[in-house]
């Protein structure tokens, strides 16, 4: 095996811990950023263990300045896995557009930060490789998650452009698509201000996250995303767009055969009631 250098965004919880110490136990070396302040980072650069580097994705000194830091300690990076987000919840009319966009600068602009200031270097070195963590719910557009749905939607069809475009330069794009798993990407859902028991909607989007989040507590561990993410690591020609999990995968197939009006159906009939 090829020990290779993975930087891997939102590396302290869930898919991203998860893998950061799966990849780790296989003998990569493996980087994970966090929000939280990490003391000397310089000194966390160790064999075996994930070390963690401060970075917030949704502001670009921030990114910078972690991947200086990587960049000085490592020399290089061989696998860039974009996996920091959160989810919102709340319905379309109850989500400002001011939550919208710190929506969209985390799950998707964020994304985007943190590739633009890695390809340089990955063009520079003729190779590299990005996997983005998007999930189902980008093909699934879910009511009452509509500017999350939204968010991985569009982080799908940017991974698509980007993908082609870096062709040349071979560098390769994945999207990795989770169903339910169970992290604190439930406890860390916010609502939207407006998601109160004024709303005309209330109801329905606390009966349809609930149903959500009992799928996500009862879901796959994050394990099997982590063996999902080694084994397109591991291709010479990694996948565009992978669904993980036997259900979701025979669920992404009924939805692109099935006419749209029934697959619109049986989403209202499972979270828009
Ligand atoms: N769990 C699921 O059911 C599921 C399904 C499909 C897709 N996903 C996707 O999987 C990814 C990981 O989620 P998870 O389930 O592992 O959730 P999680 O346990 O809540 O972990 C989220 C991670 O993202 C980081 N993060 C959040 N906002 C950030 C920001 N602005 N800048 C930098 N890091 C940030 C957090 O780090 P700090 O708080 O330490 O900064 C944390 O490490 C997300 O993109 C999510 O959309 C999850």
New binding site residues.
């Given amino acids: 095996m090829k020990v290779k250098t993975i930087l891997i ?9 998860k893998t950061g110490q799966y990849l780790a136990s296989l003998g990569h070396i493996v980087i994970g ?4 302040f990490v003391l000397k980072d310089e000194q966390l650069f160790e064999e075996g263990t994930i070390s963690m580097v401060t ?4 502001n670009p000194i921030s990114v910078k300045k972690a991947i200086a830091i990587i960049y000085h300690h490592c020399k290089n990076i061989d696998v860039l896995i974009n ?5 919102i919840a709340g319905a379309l009319e109850d989500t400002s557009v001011s939550e919208a966009n710190n929506m969209f600068l ?2 998707l602009f ?1 994304v985007m930060e943190v590739s633009n200031q890695v390809l340089p270097y990955f063009r520079a070195q003729g190779y590299g490789q990005i996997i983005n ?5 980008g093909y699934v557009s879910l009511p009452f998650q509509g500017l ?1 749905s939204a968010s ?1 939607a569009a982080l799908l069809s940017y991974s698509k452009t980007l993908r082609n475009e870096l062709r040349p330069y071979n560098v390769t794009v994945s999207v990795i ?12 859902r916010q609502y939207t201000n407006r998601t109160t028991n004024k709303s005309p909607y209330y109801i329905r989007a606390k009966r349809s996250i609930g149903v959500m989040e009992k799928d ?1 507590i009862n ?1 796959d561990a ?1 394990i099997v995303i982590a063996k999902e993410i080694n084994k397109q690591i591991n291709k010479k020609h990694p996948a565009i767009a992978i669904t993980v999990g036997f259900k979701y995968k025979v669920f992404k197939l009924i939805f692109s055969v099935v006419p749209t009006r029934l697959s619109e159906y049986i989403v209202y009939q499972i979270y828009g009631k």
């Fill in positions: 965004t939102g590396g302290s919880s869930g898919i991203g811990k950023t966090t929000r939280q970075m917030d994705v949704s996996n920091a987000g959160y989810g985390v799950n964020g963590i998007g999930s189902v719910a999350y991985k698509e989770p169903g339910d798993i169970k992290t604190n990407f439930t406890a860390n996500e879901g994050p």
